[in-house]
């Protein structure tokens, strides 16, 4: 429907470059449209969403004085998911693409002692990009890791 009225109305433009220029239909001019409308779910609903369950969650824990719920909608949301190995990687500052790469290789994870613990051999895996991320968490949290 946002394509459609870009479409009828060009000179609402797109920002390409800090600058707007006239929408022209075209696939580049359609993806930044898209781009746009996805950041603007993430960024102001999903934001609103979380705070709305934060708020939730902080006074659910204070009245009943807990400090874990079981089902914390808040970081459902936040972390955009409910597995439990996602939720603990991205908690502990890896992004939802490396979480998401190293739940597709659990050989980098290990569950000692009912904890989740990241293997040193992650260091050296095949993705550059996890492999950055993992030494500047091991860096910073370097409880998190154990030699494989």
Known sequence: ????????????????ERKIVEYDDSIKHRNIVISDTLNAIEDVIL???????LRF???????????????????????????????????NGFSREASTYIKQHLEYITDANGEYKIKTVLLDCPSKSVCKEAA?????IPELFIES
């Open 136 to 140: 500047e968490i091991k860096y910073n």
């Open 47 to 53: 934001f609103r969403i979380a705070n709305y369950f």
């Open 57 to 91: 969650s902080s006074e659910y824990k204070r009245f009943h004085n807990i400090d874990v719920m079981p089902n914390d909608w808040y970081e459902y949301v936040e972390y955009g998911t409910t597995n439990p190995l996602t939720i603990f990687l991205q908690r």
């Open 1 to 16: 429907m946002l394509l459609n009225i870009k479409k009828d109305h060009p000179s609402s433009g797109v920002e390409i």
